[in-house]
């Protein structure tokens, strides 16, 4: 049993990226499902697959590097909020990663979504990890 799965996820990522695997595959969770989708959406991963046919559910995520440099779009994954010290913002204080070069994902009562949609939508809300 994992404590925090949101730290997991965000680790596996960054231990892939690091050995320059093309796929890593991660325990699966409706969380876990919604960053993976707004990972996509912005570019930081090249595909990814939900496999809710085996047990336990898995997710596999292919990972996007430059074609010649070989270098990884994923720069750095940074766990904000943590089980023993959660970490929220209104609308007001949205944080800005990399001046708006990073996204920052947060959980809020419109489900998770990135920074710059919450700024959009001008609400707050409970701030996951920074991804750059």
Do not use: Q, W
């Not at 023993?84 to 204080?93: E, H, I, P």
């Not at 009562?109 to 919450?118: R, T, W």
């Amino acid at each position: 049993m994992v404590t925090d799965p949101i730290a997991d996820y965000l680790t596996r990522i960054r231990n892939a990226v690091m050995a320059k695997h093309r796929v890593v595959e991660i325990p699966s969770s409706k969380l876990k499902k919604e960053i993976t989708k707004i990972l996509f959406d912005k570019g930081y991963i090249l595909n990814y697959k939900f496999e809710d046919d085996v047990m336990p559910s898995i997710i596999k995520i292919a990972l996007k590097y430059h074609p010649v440099s070989k270098v990884s779009a994923i720069t750095n994954l940074t766990r904000i909020s943590s089980p023993g010290l959660r970490k929220y913002v209104g609308a007001d204080n949205l944080p800005r990663v990399m001046n708006g070069l990073g996204i920052a994902i947060l959980s809020t009562s419109h489900g998770v979504m990135s920074d710059k949609e919450a700024r959009t939508k001008n609400i707050g809300g409970e701030v996951l990890c920074y991804i750059s």
